[in-house]
């Protein structure tokens, strides 16, 4: 079956503009996450949803990161006044969620995000 | 807050090699422990978990142990092909009630032929 996919697979931009990134979600996962990875690093935690609603979003660095999921299916990532430090690849993952009581998250490929 | 310090690489080894990747682990209570591959090109996998002490995960040849009393979770493979080329991330994850993942820095794996 389908994974996550995301789009667009690479980004740039220059400093200042507004950037939307796509999720689309494992069919019938009621979870969604977002993460972001440097080069170099482990990914790191930006935002929860569980269906519509975001359980946790303790990771977004600042206000200029915003991130819905209005139907509880696809997530848009939406980043304001990009900087050159959110050069990154931007990883959605989805699972089952609690209700159906297995922790398993299942990754997309992400987005490459280049800010001039 | 949680954290997970994994061995640093690049790690390079020849062709049926034993492998071993450390990974320990910082938590405040009892996490589920994870094992991701990333092939080049490809996305995260998940390679292997374990959700308790002593659980032992496996996949592909692949082993690690939950060792509370060490708080680790080291991967081990007897005998490594080419075809295990990747980056490998060692996770955590707390009690059902916080789903996010904390993952390690990652340590790049080569096969020699």
């Known amino acids: 079956g389908a994974g996550v996919s995301q789009t667009p697979s690479n980004k740039v931009t220059e400093k200042g503009k507004y950037v939307e990134l796509r999720c689309d979600p494992i069919s019938g996962h009621t979870a969604l996450y977002w993460y972001r990875q440097s080069l170099g690093q482990g990914p790191e935690f930006l935002i929860y949803f569980q269906g519509t609603g975001a359980a946790d979003d303790s990771g977004l660095p600042n206000d200029r990161f915003f991130a819905v999921r209005p139907e509880g299916s696809v997530s848009t990532l939406k980043i304001q006044r990009t900087e050159r430090g959110d050069s990154a690849v931007y990883l959605c993952?989805?699972?089952?969620?609690?209700?159906?009581?297995?922790?398993?998250?299942?990754f997309g490929p992400g987005t490459r995000l280049t800010v001039l | 807050g949680d954290s997970v310090t994994q061995m640093e690489g690049p790690v390079t080894l020849s062709e049926e090699a034993f492998l071993t990747i450390n990974c320990t682990y910082t938590?405040?209570?009892?996490?589920?422990l994870f094992w991701y591959v990333q092939y080049p090109g490809e996305g995260l996998q998940l390679l292997l978990k374990a959700t308790k002490a002593d659980d032992k995960g496996s996949n592909k040849g692949f082993e690690a142990t939950y060792r509370k009393e060490t708080t680790s979770f080291h991967l081990e493979k007897g005998s490594v092909q080419v075809s295990d080329s990747a980056v490998y991330f060692c996770a955590l994850k707390m009690s059902l009630g916080n789903e996010k993942l904390t993952f390690g820095t990652g340590t790049r794996l080569t096969i020699i032929p």
């Open positions: 938590a405040t209570g009892y996490p589920s």
């Open positions: 993952a989805s699972s089952l969620g609690r209700a159906k009581g297995t922790d398993t998250q299942y």
